[in-house]
């Protein structure tokens, strides 16, 4: 019962877009601060993007920034797009055998996604001053 | 955020116990009922026994039962011994970088963990007539 790295790297990159605002972001940026692989951050972004959580600039000095105020984005609404098998046992299988597993299972995931409903990217990146110096957007901001 | 088959086969194997009792399953009988492999219950069982759940009693006739009454064995307390990574986000980190999502996710846990302290495994198996049906249990309690 833990999020997935898709997850994870959709996060990242959302809580990047907002520590670096409003400069444009590049993937290989992200991909350098986390040390993650640009390769699976591309598919991240693009789907940020069609989600409507990104905007993205084409061209040479192209990149992209958030489309929204971090405060208006909920962990949990991410976290519904990212994560598959809401809802589901691990076998996908919802027949009478597992019903009653199935009903608790679901209220579970329902409480785990109200509490990340009170979590906004704006909230995971509020210790933005340590957080900007990790990931090395220091410099950036103080040019 | 969905449990692992692990889980879900330690679950299924309580259930079916608390369904067979007090006749003694095997793991094969467990393999059949639900379609799953019997390698993967294999250590499945070995570990319920050795958590307390089950007993195994070894021998030409032998088998495991419930060590415990189902209404004393709640779903999360299972889902605590089989899941991993609660409380880490999917990469393992735990750095700065991710300590306000590390808190977020952790506390959301908490809450899906909190909801299967409501439901025990006879909760889960209280559709018994059904469920003893499909599991072709109905022949021996019968006989």
Chains 1, 2 share one sequence.
């Not at 405060?71 to 055998?97: M, Q």
């Not at 509490?115 to 957080?131: H, K, P, R, S």
Request: proline letters at 2%; glycine letters at 8%; aromatic letters at 6%.
């Amino acid at each position: 019962m833990r999020l997935t790295s898709y997850t994870n790297y959709a996060l990242r990159t959302l809580m990047y877009a907002t520590l670096a605002h409003p400069r444009l972001v590049r993937v290989q940026d992200v991909a350098d601060a986390y040390g993650i692989s640009r390769t699976h951050l591309v598919k991240c972004v693009h789907h940020l993007g069609m989600w409507g959580y990104l905007i993205n600039q084409r061209g040479r000095n192209g990149g992209f920034r958030l489309a929204r105020a971090p405060e208006a984005i909920s962990v949990a609404e991410i976290v519904r797009h990212t994560e598959e098998g809401f809802g589901t046992p691990a076998c996908g299988e919802a027949d009478t055998v597992v019903l009653r597993l199935v009903e608790a299972v679901q209220q579970a995931q329902a409480a785990f996604l109200s509490v990340l409903e009170g979590y906004t990217i704006a909230d995971i990146t509020a210790n933005a001053a340590d957080l900007r110096c990790v990931l090395g957007l220091d410099v950036g901001r103080a040019a």
